[in-house]
């Protein structure tokens, strides 16, 4: 059996909680509530895989617009989540980090996020990228931002911006370019997720509600990963 080619970075689109709810009578929240259980068998199952990068979407910078309770009931889940996590994911050796942009974030959320940064700073078997309220453009808005200030400090030329510089200001620095993309919930778009970092990532689209993935259909994705042939503008 040829050996199979693990992508070191995957990003998931986790799409579907809704319309698995509605297809139950149950509240969107309810939806969410089972997607939280999906997200912890990913996690798990990523880590025992030897995925080196797990980047999770949760909530995107256009989520606001919808309604309010859900919106907060999202927020609650995730800071629940977290609180509730943070030591497995100690003892497991995962680092979290909270990529988005953390200023519409309440207090407590924010402490809690804070904190489970911090107790996991050290873990080096997988980095955990959980986004939330995180938008691919906004991301490099935010560090045109910050390049713009050290242009206009004087501490580099115009002439200096170049990919490395550009990477060091994304929120996903230290976690390299994502080679497998997977959305669940049978859209085929990317919604604004990882747009400098998705430049050349596989793409796997799943029909499945992400509240109904599972192992299988994570392996499916790999599989399909490592059948891929990559050719980053070259020949073969
Ligand atoms: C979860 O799926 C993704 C989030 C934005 C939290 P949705 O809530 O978008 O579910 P659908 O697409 O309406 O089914
Ligand atoms: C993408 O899902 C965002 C997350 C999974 C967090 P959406 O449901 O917000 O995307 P659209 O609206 O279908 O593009
Ligand atoms: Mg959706």
Redesign the pocket.
């Known amino acids: 059996m040829q050996e199979l080619n693990i992508p070191k970075h995957i990003g998931i689109?986790?799409?579907g909680n809704?319309r698995w709810a509605q297809a139950r009578n149950m509240n969107r929240t309810s939806g969410h509530k089972e997607g939280a259980k999906a997200v912890r068998k990913a996690i798990t199952h990523a880590r025992e895989t030897g995925i080196k990068v797990l980047t999770l979407?949760?909530?995107?910078t256009?989520?606001w617009s919808r309604p309010a309770q859900e919106v907060n009931a999202i927020m609650d889940m995730v800071g629940r989540y977290l609180s509730a996590e943070t030591e497995t994911m100690v003892k497991n050796g995962i680092k979290m980090k909270l990529i988005g942009d953390k200023s519409r974030f309440s207090g407590s959320l924010l402490r809690t996020i804070n904190e489970s940064e911090e107790k996991t700073k050290d873990c080096k078997d997988m980095i955990l990228n959980i986004?939330l309220n995180y938008g691919g453009r906004h991301e490099l808005i935010r560090a045109m931002q910050s390049i713009a200030s050290l242009v206009k400090d004087g501490d580099i030329l115009p002439g200096d911006i170049n990919e490395e510089l550009v990477e060091k200001h994304l929120d996903t620095y230290g976690s390299g370019d994502c080679d497998l993309i997977i959305r669940t919930?049978g859209?085929k778009?990317i919604?604004n997720?990882l747009m400098w970092q998705g430049a050349y990532s596989e793409l796997y689209f799943s029909d499945v509600l992400w509240p109904d993935f599972d192992n299988e259909e994570f392996d499916k994705a790999i599989n399909f990963y490592s059948s891929r042939q990559r050719r980053f503008g070259g020949l073969k």
């Open positions: 689109i986790m799409d809704g979407y949760a909530f995107s256009e989520n986004a919930g859209e778009r919604s997720f």
